[in-house]
């Protein structure tokens, strides 16, 4: 499904999510100056403001590249912007150019326009589960999503009877 956007700013954002197992608030958190282009990493402003760091894969760099020519490559303020200037006088988070960043509202809206039965935060829960059954041990899960405890954790391990299950013949294996 994901391969089926086309929109810069959409398929960046929704690539961005599932590749960094965000949730939407932190990827529309996220300012231009948090990204290190040199070590493909974003600082991310986690839920409590528990402050972690991202690391995307080259497509999503090429994605994020793209997107950002589309707005004339800015150096700096929110990374995902509405597509039109906001109205005067805002307080919200603008550009230079007056564009104000994209809200959970505005993202779940364009979510549901490529995904109609599909809730947002279902893609986080997808990135975090399909890397539960690629061999992604709880530690490494929760760098990743930035949860601080495996009980919260839990709903992504435990659906997760394909990747338990090899887990369990991998012991099996090493006992012998």
Same mark, same amino acid.
């Given at each position: 499904?994901?391969?089926?956007?086309? +929109?810069?700013?959409?398929?960046?954002?929704?690539?961005?999510?599932?590749?960094?197992?965000?949730?939407?608030?932190?990827?529309?958190?996220?300012?231009?100056?948090?990204?290190?282009?040199?070590?493909?990493?974003?600082?991310? @402003?986690? =839920?409590? +403001?528990?402050?972690?760091?991202?690391?995307?894969?080259?497509? $999503?760099? #090429?994605?994020?590249?793209?997107?950002?020519? *589309?707005?004339g490559q800015p150096r700096s303020g929110p990374l995902f912007v509405t597509?039109? =200037?906001?109205?005067?006088?805002?307080?919200?988070?603008? #550009?230079?150019?007056?564009?104000?960043?994209?809200?959970? /509202?505005?993202?779940? *809206?364009?979510?549901?326009?490529? #995904?109609?039965?599909?809730?947002? @935060?279902?893609?986080? @829960?997808?990135a975090i589960s399909v890397r539960a059954v690629h061999?992604?041990? !709880? $530690?490494?899960?929760? /760098?990743?999503?930035? @949860? #601080?405890?495996?009980?919260?954790?839990?709903?992504?391990?435990?659906?997760?009877?394909?990747?338990?299950?090899? =887990?369990?013949?991998?012991? !099996?294996? /090493?006992?012998?």
């Open positions: 499904m994901l391969r089926q956007i086309t +929109d810069p700013r959409d398929r960046a954002l929704f690539w961005l999510i599932y590749d960094g197992g965000l949730r939407c608030q932190e990827a529309l958190a996220i300012d231009i100056e948090d990204i290190s282009w040199p070590d493909r990493s974003i600082a991310i @402003h986690g =839920k409590g +403001d528990r402050p972690r760091e991202m690391f995307f894969s080259r497509a $999503v760099g #090429t994605l994020l590249d793209k997107y950002l020519l *589309t707005r597509q039109r =200037k906001a109205r005067l006088p805002r307080r919200a988070d603008l #550009t230079p150019e007056g564009y104000a960043r994209l809200s959970y /509202r505005q993202a779940d *809206t364009l979510w549901k326009k490529y #995904t109609p039965d599909w809730d947002l @935060h279902q893609l986080r @829960h997808t061999d992604y041990t !709880e $530690v490494d899960l929760m /760098r990743f999503s930035g @949860h #601080t405890s495996l009980r919260s954790l839990e709903r992504y391990i435990a659906d997760n009877r394909e990747a338990a299950k090899r =887990k369990a013949r991998d012991w !099996e294996r /090493r006992q012998r």
